[in-house]
């Protein structure tokens, strides 16, 4: 039997048409044969001149996987030959489009018994899910939703709803009142105008009227809807009363108050701007005092501050990212007071920004604060900086004066006597450099305060620097002779090249390790030289000591920092903070590897000169 013959028994080709719901016809096979423009429409069906059709080739479970034809409503139908539950579904379309659906569907039997197909009955559940959603969570007891006609029929609406009008569900059910006879007179017009929107564009943008409630009080709400059946011109909307909004702004507005914090809040597409009494307090304007736009707020600031507000404020709208900016007022009567302000931007469902709300507190106090500790600093750096020249001179002299002494000290009768004078020199010398390395620290950390450290690089080989930093190291400590082994990579045709500053770099390796014999427990103390990259040049200081602990590790290379407690080893916290600058000055990096008990190993990332093995 063919599709129009079983049409033809059905006498149902003018039928399809005149139901209310998205209707097809399928064959023995599952086929669709007939069906009306409401399903062609939800289903995209082809034309009629098309080859038979089967609705299961384009539906996919919930879970994504694909439908099997036996699975679906009509194929239950065909085979138990009885009426089927509702069976959801998520259509995918080969463009890309989704849909979300329910079928049930029921045999068609002729005369004498014989099946002869189906009819499905298919339901958009995109209609009516976020009036479900919003039911079964914890949306519904707080927004007021409801889906109604364009005439004012409510064909359902949530508990939270009714409590706003102030009527019962059983009023709802037997019509007792309509959405439209609750709304005040003056805001009809305004219901109109967003049903002719929501009908032209498919939804409503929010705004805010007066609802009548059933004991004749009046009710401020905000209200939006957009448009979920088309063909029976039925709208689903929400509803927020506003007057438990203002009680509780109103509450948050006292607290503001005691806090001295101000609220603001801008209408974008209107420019109307309202501030609490606090914010008007803060920007020197009495209570009474209402701004008509945002240039009203612009006008009070000091005019060096006004342009780069301005832009802060514009760039928060354009990027829907946080407004921050500080600034003055523009008032003689309040030369020193700062002012801070931040808002959100929101959007509507177009993303477009409709609204700014913030607040604004005095920060005044903080920013006095903060040019006293500037001041403090700049003396400290002053200080810092007139004593490491004062101390130069003299340790400078102690220190050529002592290397001398040592070399021309004559040889005494006795030998005896010149051990203790030899020991004497070579003690007054090391303490004289570890007094000159203090001072220099600190004149290394004045310059980076004032950002004036400077380089002067110079083309040198890397392998024959760390080689004669070994070299010096081991003629003026004892240490370095026994415990300091260098690792060079096997050398290759070309040099190792790098453009640094040599004494800079001599400076870093110096202060790791040093750190390496103060901390390593008199264990040996390798440094490292590889080649990781054909561009960089990796130096590594590894000791075998007390180690870092994790939480000491952050803040190691943060001037006057120790990762130790102090007193337990010498030195200002200024070492690391300096290599750190140096190397970075250089574009490399500095980072370690610690584990207590076991060893530290401090690694130094290094650019070389272009062309170098």
């Not at 030998?415 to 003690?427: C, F, G, R, Y």
């Not at 090391?430 to 620290?441: C, E, F, P, Y």
Request: charged fraction near 25%; aromatic fraction near 6%.
């Amino acid at each position: 039997m063919t599709g129009t013959d079983a049409l033809e028994m059905l006498g149902a080709r003018d039928l399809l048409e005149a139901l209310p719901h998205a209707t097809y016809v399928c064959d023995l096979h599952g086929r669709v044969v007939a069906y009306n423009a409401d399903a062609a429409a939800l289903l995209r069906l082809p034309s009629a001149a098309s080859p038979p059709y089967c609705p299961a080739d384009e539906l996919a479970t919930l879970s994504g996987a694909p439908l099997r034809r036996e699975d679906s409503a009509v194929a239950v139908a065909l085979r138990t030959q009885a009426r089927t539950s509702p069976y959801s579904y998520a259509l995918s379309w080969r463009d890309g489009r989704q849909l979300r659906v329910r079928e049930s569907a029921r045999p068609v039997l002729a005369a004498d018994g014989s099946l002869l197909g189906a009819v499905c009955v298919v339901e958009n559940l995109r209609e009516t899910a976020v009036y479900e959603a919003a039911k079964a969570g914890g949306l519904a007891q707080l927004v007021g939703i409801f889906v109604s006609d364009m005439h004012g029929e409510l064909v359902e609406a949530t508990d939270e709803y009714l409590r706003i009008l102030g009527y019962t569900r059983d009023e709802l059910e037997q019509g007792t009142f309509r959405w439209d006879r609750c709304t005040t007179p003056e805001h009809l017009m305004r219901d109109h105008q967003g049903i002719e929107e929501a009908l032209r564009t498919g939804r409503c943008r929010p705004y805010e009227k007066d609802y009548v409630r059933k004991d004749g009080s009046r009710v401020p709400v905000l209200i939006g809807y957009a448009l979920v059946r088309p063909q029976l011109n039925q709208f689903i909307g929400y509803v927020v009363d506003l007057s438990t909004r203002l009680r509780e702004y109103t509450s948050v507005n006292e607290v503001m108050r005691a806090a001295e914090t101000g609220i603001w809040d801008w209408d974008t597409r209107t420019g109307q701007v309202i501030w609490s009494d606090t914010t008007k307090t803060l920007l020197g304007m009495s209570p009474e005092y209402q701004p008509h736009d945002v240039h009203d707020f612009i006008k009070l600031l000091h005019p060096e501050d006004r342009d780069r507000v301005g832009q802060a404020l514009q760039a928060a709208i354009a990027t829907r990212t946080t407004f921050r900016s500080d600034f003055r007022l523009r008032d003689p009567d309040f030369p020193d007071r700062w002012l801070f302000s931040q808002g959100g931007v929101f959007c509507d469902y177009g993303g477009e920004a409709v609204r700014m709300s913030g607040t604004l507190v005095d920060i005044s106090a903080r920013k006095q604060a903060e040019q006293v500790l500037r001041d403090a600093i700049a003396v400290r750096d002053e200080f810092l900086s007139v004593a490491s020249h004062e101390l130069r001179t003299p340790i400078t002299s102690i220190l050529l004066r002592a290397e001398s002494l040592l070399r021309r000290l004559p040889a005494p009768p006795d030998p005896s006597i010149k051990e203790p004078l030899v020991a004497a020199l070579q003690l007054i010398i090391r303490q004289a450099r570890k007094i000159d390395s203090l001072v220099g620290d600190m004149l290394d950390a004045t310059r980076l305060s004032h950002k004036k450290l400077f380089l002067e690089p110079q083309d040198a080989d890397v392998v024959e620097l760390l080689t004669t930093f070994c070299s010096q190291l081991c003629e003026h400590d004892a240490r370095a002779r026994t415990r300091l082994h260098l690792e060079l990579p096997q050398r290759g045709e070309a040099p190792v090249v790098a453009a640094w500053d040599r004494r800079r770099i001599e400076q870093v390796l110096d202060n790791l390790v040093s750190n390496a014999f103060k901390y390593g427990a008199d264990h040996p103390v390798t440094l490292r030289l590889t080649l990781p990259r054909p561009d960089t040049a990796r130096i590594e200081v590894e000791d075998h000591g007390i180690g870092i602990a994790p939480e000491a590790r952050a803040k190691l290379f943060q001037p006057f920092e120790r990762a130790h407690r102090v007193g337990s080893f010498s030195g200002l916290g200024l070492g690391l903070y300096i290599a750190r600058e140096i190397v970075q000055a250089h574009h490399g990096s500095i980072t370690l590897e610690s584990e207590p008990g076991v060893g530290t190993t401090f690694r130094v990332d290094l650019p070389l000169a272009p062309g170098t093995a």
